[in-house]
């Protein structure tokens, strides 16, 4: 078995690891939070770590109204200069590794401005966490595979968490994660039937992935796992932003890969797909309604209702599954895609 299908169902336990041992540490960040008034966020992140940070925008924003902002590390690190952050700005670093460089950048400049800082990571002892006021650490394990699964959804957990706890007024958002957790597990359940669904797909060479609100990061790492696995072109779009000129290139068979779990996200999804339809692309669709799959070329089902603000969790494991098992039809290993390291330094 790769390493990558191992970490891929790992992910269930790390969630509860973080759910039952970084429960109070998360609590205190949170508190920290909320006496200081925090008015916006910036975070700070690449590659995978980046997509977790679509994310967090996410939650901080609809969640608990706080403005937030993706960070151009290239400002610091490049251009040499330092956004104006204040006492009432959080900011937060995004490294599995924790030794991303312009990240570790930010994070120091931000505190020296008199910030409020954080990171996620896995690495308590790294040097993002030694730059950082609060370290949130995901202590999911060494992640032997080259791409990131159980640290990119361990990223999620740890926001997921911090959203439980920041507002008192929302206690069923623990039980979310709970629920959440187990979703992961019944979703591995279907290990089997993507590696044959994929087949189909073994000689694709390009395709589109579509989400909506938090479901962004699920199609933008979605996306990245399958161009770093497949060595396919797979480019993803918010289905609202697609439909402003990058739908033109769906044309007969185009494979089009939508995930659309229930709530606000899924009819924009539902119309999108009806759009589709009239060219008839291939979609391979993932959701929890049954009578949307029924429309697809290719039904990926999710096995349980979820709360749309933690679905991303689980359609990660679903999205995971399909670009590790595509990999390996086309012949590739997915442990160690071509031209890619583990840790990337970039300035």
């Known amino acids: 078995m790769n390493h990558m299908l191992d970490e891929i169902r790992q992910q269930p336990e790390v969630v509860r690891h973080i759910i039952e041992h970084e429960y109070h540490s ?18 700070a992140a690449r590659g995978t770590s980046n997509n977790a940070a679509v994310f967090a925008k996410y939650v901080l924003e609809i969640q608990h109204g706080i403005p937030t902002a993706l ?17 009432e700005a959080l900011v937060l670093g995004i490294s599995q590794s924790g030794a991303a460089p312009d990240v570790i950048e930010v994070i120091r400049c931000a505190r020296a401005a008199g910030a409020l800082t954080a990171c996620i990571t896995n690495e308590s002892e790294s040097s993002l966490a030694t730059e950082a006021e609060y370290t949130l650490c995901m202590n999911a394990g060494e992640e032997v595979g080259i791409a990131a699964t159980k640290t990119y959804t361990g990223s999620l957990a740890i926001m997921a968490l911090l959203s439980s706890v920041m507002d008192d007024a929302h206690p069923e958002r623990i039980v979310h994660l709970q629920r959440a957790t187990d979703a992961m597990e019944k979703t591995l359940k279907h290990d089997d039937a ?44 918010s289905a609202a932003d697609f439909q402003h000129g990058h739908i033109a290139q769906v044309h007969s068979g185009y494979p089009c890969l939508m995930f659309a779990p229930d709530g606000k996200a899924f009819k924009p999804m539902v119309e999108l797909a009806s759009i589709l339809k009239n060219v008839h692309p291939a979609l391979i669709c993932f959701a929890h309604d049954a009578a949307f799959l029924s429309g697809s070329e290719t039904a990926v089902r999710i096995p349980a209702p979820l709360a749309e603000w933690v679905s991303p969790l689980v359609y990660a494991v679903a999205g995971q599954l399909f670009a590790y098992w595509l990999a390996v039809a086309k012949g590739n290993d997915p442990d160690i895609p071509r031209r890619i390291a583990k840790l990337t330094k970039t300035v």
């Open 26 to 43: 998360v609590q205190d960040f949170a508190k920290e939070i909320n006496r200081r008034g925090i008015k916006y966020a910036v975070i």
């Open 71 to 87: 960070s151009a590390p290239s400002a610091f690190t490049l251009y040499g200069t330092y956004p104006q952050f204040g006492p």
């Open 194 to 237: 993507m590696h044959k669904l994929v087949e189909r797909y073994k000689d694709i060479t390009e395709c589109v992935v579509l989400g909506r609100g938090f479901n962004m990061c699920t199609a933008y790492e979605t996306a990245l796992l399958l161009t770093e696995t497949c060595y396919i072109s797979a480019r993803p779009f």
